[in-house]
């Protein structure tokens, strides 16, 4: 499975700018950062698969940003990344990502056209092809 190619920070602001709006929620700013900066901020970064670095994006608990780690990986994010990393700023679960932050995630991707396609034609079935929980319950996040 594939989703959008985001290369830069200006581009993945604006992503999520678009998917703000669309939920009518107050802009979460993207900043692109160092691997030693996302270290200094508490982020352990993945080691490089075949020489080639993953993308990564996180949130710190309590902040409202996301923080998109570049190691010199093209492209630099991927939407659902950016869809996942969104779901954590407004939708918190315990656990982190167990069964109401899955559900939560899925939820919001539905609420996007290519992303509800995705969510519902391949990433709910593989997510629950692997075992994963995924609450059965709506989250806020779901299409009102």
Not at 12 to 19: K, S
Not at 78 to 107: K, M, N, S
């Amino acid at each position: 499975m594939n989703s959008h190619a985001v290369p830069s920070q200006e581009r993945a602001n604006a992503f999520v700018q678009e998917l703000c709006d669309l939920i009518d929620t107050e802009t979460i700013p993207v900043s692109v950062i160092s691997p030693a900066q996302a270290a200094s901020l508490g982020h352990e970064i993945a080691d490089p698969v075949d020489g080639v670095a993953p993308s990564e994006a996180f949130v710190v608990e309590s902040r409202h940003e996301i923080f998109i780690v570049d190691a010199g990986q093209q492209p630099l994010i991927r939407g659902l990344l950016l869809f996942h990393e969104v779901t954590h700023v407004l939708c918190p679960t315990d656990p982190a990502h167990g069964p109401a932050f899955v559900r939560a995630w899925l939820d919001l991707c539905r609420r996007s056209g290519l992303y509800e396609l995705l969510a519902d034609t391949f990433l709910e079935p593989a997510l629950r092809a692997e075992g994963i929980a995924i609450a059965a319950e709506p989250s806020l996040l779901a299409k009102p």
